[in-house]
């Protein structure tokens, strides 16, 4: 199941392009956005559901599911954004993380 962080940006590059056959309009940034924003509902909604602040009747099975689900949703849509905008995200991804353990340090942590 590894794959590793390029292999997933193209298996979901993949998927696009078959979207792209079925989609009424070419998707550019502010759909990517409206999309993400949109799941990030979806996983807010998840992670209240998980946390029981909704009053449903008994256990709800599938909640982890799902909430892995909602949170795979979130990163392809924050993909297709780097795409869209020609940004490498993992590269992008490593250097945020490297400039707040700099900062971390500069901390004393």
Excluded: C, P
């Excluded at 993400?36 to 979806?42: A, C, I, P, W």
């Amino acid at each position: 199941m590894g794959k590793t962080f390029a292999e997933m940006e193209d298996m979901y590059r993949g998927v696009v392009k078959r979207f792209h056959k079925i989609e009424l309009r070419e998707w550019k940034a502010e759909g990517a956005m409206i999309e993400l924003t949109k799941q990030v509902g979806e996983l807010a909604k998840q992670v209240m559901i998980k946390e029981r602040y909704y009053a449903l009747e008994g256990e709800v099975s599938d909640v982890d599911e799902r909430l892995g689900n909602e949170m795979a949703d979130v990163v392809a849509q924050i993909m297709r954004l780097a795409d869209y905008y020609k940004i490498d995200l993992e590269k992008a991804f490593i250097e945020a993380r490297e400039d707040e353990d700099q900062y971390l340090k500069s901390r004393g942590v």
